[in-house]
């Protein structure tokens, strides 16, 4: 990954305890690429809405809640900060061959209904955030230049704010590491699909 997102992320997070990361190449200009990453919506990826219908059961049972989605025209980007993921950063055109943006979110993720996040005034609140029995998370997804080419990276990486919190998101990451991997690839693809088109 570009230092640049790289240093964002070791810095807003520090040490992780669990990480992914993905790439694709994409045949187009990065700004392209990076206008169809700020524009792509929840309906584009293709996996997102049946593994988030999954994920929500449990909580949708208890309450008695019908499943929803995101608004079908709204970008991703906008719908997760509708949902309580905080922007730690965003490069608003690519410079130099390359462009990222970083959000954070905290909370009990592990948890089938208790897992509302946490709600940040910014982002030092967030950086300075140590509530036991929590996790932090933040992700990234940055467009880089590689000639006629452009290599989209996401990487996501999560930390427990003790060791109550590591071992109950171990548990859970056994459970979501593979969709999780599932539905960051079909978001590439939908970007690739959108700049290509």
Same mark, same amino acid.
């Given at each position: 990954?570009?230092?640049?997102?790289?240093?964002?992320?070791?810095?807003?997070?520090?040490?992780?305890?669990?990480?992914?990361?993905?790439?694709? &190449? %994409?045949?187009?200009? *990065?700004? /392209?690429? @990076?206008?169809? $990453?700020?524009?792509?919506?929840?309906?584009?990826?293709?996996?997102?809405?049946?593994?988030?219908?999954?994920?929500?059961?449990?909580?949708?049972?208890?309450?008695?809640?019908?499943?929803?989605?995101?608004?079908?025209?709204?970008?991703?980007?906008?719908?997760?900060?509708?949902?309580?993921?905080?922007?730690?950063?965003?490069?608003?055109?690519?410079?130099?061959?390359?462009?990222? &943006? %970083?959000?954070?979110? *905290?909370? /009990?993720? @592990?948890?089938? $209904?208790?897992?509302?996040?946490?709600?940040?005034?910014?982002?030092?609140?967030?950086?300075?955030?140590?509530?036991?029995?929590?996790?932090?998370?933040?992700?990234?997804?940055?467009?880089?230049?590689?000639?006629?080419?452009?290599?989209?990276?996401?990487?996501?990486?999560?930390?427990?704010?003790?060791?109550?919190?590591?071992?109950?998101?171990?548990?859970?990451?056994?459970?979501?590491?593979?969709?999780?991997?599932?539905? /960051?690839?079909?978001?590439?693809?939908?970007?690739?699909?959108?700049?290509?088109?």
């Amino acid at each position: 990954m570009c230092q640049n997102a790289e240093r964002h992320l070791t810095k807003i997070l520090g040490e992780a305890d669990f990480s992914e990361r993905h790439r694709r &190449v %994409v045949r187009a200009p *990065a700004a /392209r690429v @990076w206008d169809a $990453t700020l524009a792509v919506t929840p309906r584009e990826i293709r996996l997102l809405a049946p593994l988030m219908a999954v994920r929500s059961l449990p909580k949708r049972l208890q309450q008695g809640q019908r499943s929803s989605s995101p608004t079908v025209g709204t970008p991703i980007l906008e719908a997760f900060q509708a949902q309580g993921f905080l922007e730690l950063h965003r490069d608003p055109e690519v410079v130099d061959g390359g462009a990222f &943006v %970083v959000y954070g979110v *905290a909370g /009990r993720f @592990w948890s089938p $209904t208790h897992n509302q996040p946490v709600s940040f005034a910014g982002r030092e609140a967030f950086v300075a955030y140590e509530e036991p029995a929590m996790a932090k998370a933040v992700f990234s997804i940055e467009v880089v230049e590689r000639g006629e080419l452009t290599e989209i990276i996401t990487e996501t990486r999560i930390a427990g704010t003790d060791s109550a919190a590591r071992r109950a998101f171990a548990r859970y990451w056994l459970l979501i590491r593979g969709p999780s991997g599932l539905i /960051r690839r079909s978001w590439l693809a939908a970007i690739d699909r959108r700049a290509i088109a």
